[in-house]
């Protein structure tokens, strides 16, 4: 949390292969501005942010002549590290979310804990190797590192679905609304909601 009390904050990453630069408020209105040189991914967190209602800035430059691999990985490791600093101690969140999404055909289910015990487990068949020019592969490296990053229990299934596109859409999508029902506040939570007093 800021020092204004506001859930804002800025990450900024520069390796060798990846220079991002990250925004995030979690009370937002869904305002996004994405350009990381990878425009399917730019279209997923549009739709993260979008249905997450939060407010999202995001510029990146990488090695994509070689692979997106990089730069995809790079934003999901900042995007967990924006969480992560924007929620400060977790008090007073709802801890939980879910989702469970359609798109046509498609059905996605996104469960996620605050927990600061980061986990994946990602059940999607993608039958398309590439979306466009997008590896398709890098969706659940993109959600590994978020949730590394950001300290939290992440599960992703997939109920059904055949076309690839609304299968990762829904998944963004899922997990944009899942977050935000985590992340709220809630007036009965005094502290962190945990029976220990602490995550």
Do not use: W
């Not at 997923?44 to 730069?71: E, I, N, Q, R, Y």
């Not at 879910?98 to 996605?108: F, G, I, K, Q, R």
């Not at 979306?131 to 890098?138: E, M, N």
């Not at 963004?172 to 602490?198: E, I, P, W, Y």
């Amino acid at each position: 949390m800021g020092k204004s009390g506001k859930r804002n904050s800025s990450v900024s990453r520069t390796t060798k292969e990846t220079d991002i630069q990250l925004k995030l408020a979690l009370d937002g209105a869904g305002k996004v501005r994405v350009d990381s040189g990878v425009p399917f991914l730019d279209h997923m967190l549009t739709l993260f942010a979008v249905h997450g209602f939060f407010d999202l800035d995001v510029t990146g430059k990488g090695d994509v002549l070689v692979d997106d691999h990089h730069t995809v990985e790079d934003i999901g490791i900042c995007l967990g590290q924006a969480f992560m600093s924007a929620l400060g101690d977790k008090g007073g969140i709802s801890r939980y979310g879910s989702c469970l999404l359609p798109m046509d055909e498609t059905l996605v289910r996104i469960v996620v804990d605050v927990s600061n015990r980061p986990f994946l487990h990602f059940d999607v068949t993608i039958l398309d190797q590439k979306i466009g020019t997008f590896d398709t592969a890098l969706a659940k490296e993109f959600l590994r590192a978020f949730s590394q990053h950001a300290g939290i229990t992440l599960h992703v299934d997939l109920v059904h679905g055949e076309n690839s596109h609304h299968i990762v859409e829904a998944v963004f999508k899922g997990l944009g609304r899942a977050m935000r029902q985590a992340v709220k506040v809630d007036a009965a939570v005094h502290g962190t909601l945990s029976s220990k007093g602490c995550l």
